[in-house]
């Protein structure tokens, strides 16, 4: 069975790795929970089978606080190019100007 990874937002900073195996484990073995620095999400990976119902008993829901937002997380775009700004930038270059 293939895992999946979830998206959760809108966490307290306290919330710990074991606090978020325990609210998804009742969905399947929890693969691995990443909690990104002091940003208040994390990333949890569960089986895919399971990923409906993990989101729908954990979406909206009250932890630690704070109202959760869970869903199927996006993958990460690493294809940002150059920000539209071409490849070479500077503004061209030196030299004299001729009229």
Avoid: C
Avoid at 60 to 66: D, P
């Amino acid at each position: 069975m293939a895992n999946k990874t979830l998206y959760v937002g809108n966490m307290s900073y306290d919330t710990t790795e074991e606090d978020l195996r325990r609210l998804f484990e009742p969905h399947g073995p929890v693969a691995e929970v990443r909690i990104i620095g002091n940003k208040g999400f994390a990333f949890v990976e569960i089986p895919e089978d399971n990923m409906a119902a993990a989101i729908e008993s954990a979406n909206g829901k009250e932890f630690g606080g704070r109202t959760l937002t869970v869903n199927e997380a996006r993958p990460r775009n690493n294809d940002r190019g150059n920000g539209g700004f071409g490849g070479r930038g500077g503004f061209g270059g030196g030299g004299r100007r001729r009229w």
